[in-house]
């Protein structure tokens, strides 16, 4: 039987992405393993049949914690003989794949969802990563980018394996789970939730980190609500900067306007009841939450950045904006709360763009990938 690695710094990376993949690799026979930092979702895992092992990751490239990981991985793959291993997140990536450098085990796919350099990126992250992932690339035989901007940095990669370098559409998306259901009743669900038939909802859906830059929302929101005060944004997540941002919201009295919902496990329905959707991350691969609204039929606000201009063309699925621009974030609220057939042209197309990202499509694409390096 052959048999498969995957690596990631932590558990809940593949209950969160990679589920389907894992099944396609037991439906052709092959033993999945997986090398990951156990927690809450570990049982999960293995009650998929996946043979899981701890390794203590830490994110962080200076944590004393990486020479136990390294060693751990060369030992588990001395032990284990894998055919495949694939690799995903940063720093446990740099360490997988030079363990198997070590070990000569091979052949190595990486997954890069997001490099942590781009442009427009701290210094810092240039002077960290990038060389960690040049030096890495040289003991890669594929490399996989989801979005433009990587595909074409890591076109100056030095990889293991001539034509080693793909580009798919993301990690995939169960579109279904998404699609508004027929019977489903907009305005009563809005009355449901508290809200009155004419308010207007924009919903944000992530952590509460300074990369994910919620307060342009809240910032933008305190101008828009001068114009029309039946604007809601509904704020779905938990984080490091939620108490803070919750005290800034109370400051600028727009605690009427603006709702903190928490840890979710009804984002679809949350969605539905939606109007439009929006997202301000300084930084992206390509947003899974933007993905979900897309397959919902909201149009999108978003940050003119990469990963979210993969996903939307301005003035087509949505509207995109500067990081930092206020003025132009509360413009676009107003405009794609209009009732307007540019608006409704918006909803077509978020729909028939996503398409192209479901996760039918993406395993198409990786199972072209995956046969290119393992005989299944």
């Known amino acids: ?218 910032d933008a929101m305190h101008e828009a609500v001068k114009i029309d005060p039946d604007i809601h944004v509904l704020f779905v997540g938990t984080g490091e900067q939620e108490e803070k941002l919750k005290k800034y919201v109370k400051q600028l009295n727009l605690s009427k306007n603006i709702h903190f919902l928490g840890y979710r496990r009804d984002i679809p329905e949350i969605l539905w009841a939606g109007d439009a959707f929006i997202l301000t991350s300084r930084r992206e691969g390509l947003p899974r939450a933007m993905m979900e609204a897309m397959a919902a039929g909201l149009p999108i606000i978003a940050t003119d950045i990469r990963g979210n201009r993969d996903l939307i063309s301005h003035g087509q699925e949505g509207y995109l904006v500067p990081i930092g621009d206020i003025e132009k974030t509360k413009e676009a609220i107003l405009q794609i709360l209009k009732d307007s057939k540019q608006v409704e042209v918006m909803k077509y197309k978020v729909k028939e763009k996503i398409k192209i990202y479901s996760i039918e499509s993406i395993l198409k694409e990786m199972d072209q990938i995956y046969k290119t390096f393992i005989n299944i």
């Open 1 to 218: 039987m052959k048999k498969v690695l995957l690596i990631a710094s932590v558990d809940f990376h593949f209950t969160s992405f990679h589920i389907p993949y894992i099944k396609y690799f037991q439906q052709r026979g092959v033993e999945v393993h997986i090398a990951a930092k156990s927690g809450e979702r570990t049982k999960e895992l293995e009650a998929l049949g996946v043979i899981f092992h701890h390794i203590d990751f830490s994110r962080s490239p200076y944590s004393p914690k990486l020479f136990r990981a390294f060693f751990d991985l060369k030992e588990l793959m001395s032990r284990e003989k894998f055919d495949l291993i694939h690799v995903h997140t940063p720093v446990a990536a740099f360490l997988g794949r030079l363990a198997a450098r070590s070990t000569k085990t091979e052949p190595v796919l990486y997954t890069a969802h997001g490099f942590h350099f781009y442009k427009g990126a701290p210094v810092l992250n240039w002077l960290i990563y990038y060389p960690m992932e040049k030096i890495a690339a040289r003991w890669t035989h594929g490399l996989i980018t989801i979005n433009r901007e990587d595909y074409e940095r890591g076109k100056h990669f030095n990889l293991k394996r001539k034509n080693g370098l793909f580009y798919v559409h993301g990690v995939g998306l169960s579109l279904e789970e998404y699609f508004i259901p027929q019977n489903f009743d907009q305005e009563r669900h809005k009355e449901k939730m508290g809200f009155r038939k004419n308010d207007k909802i924009v919903v944000c859906v992530g952590e509460f980190t300074r990369n994910k830059n919620q307060q342009q929302v809240i």
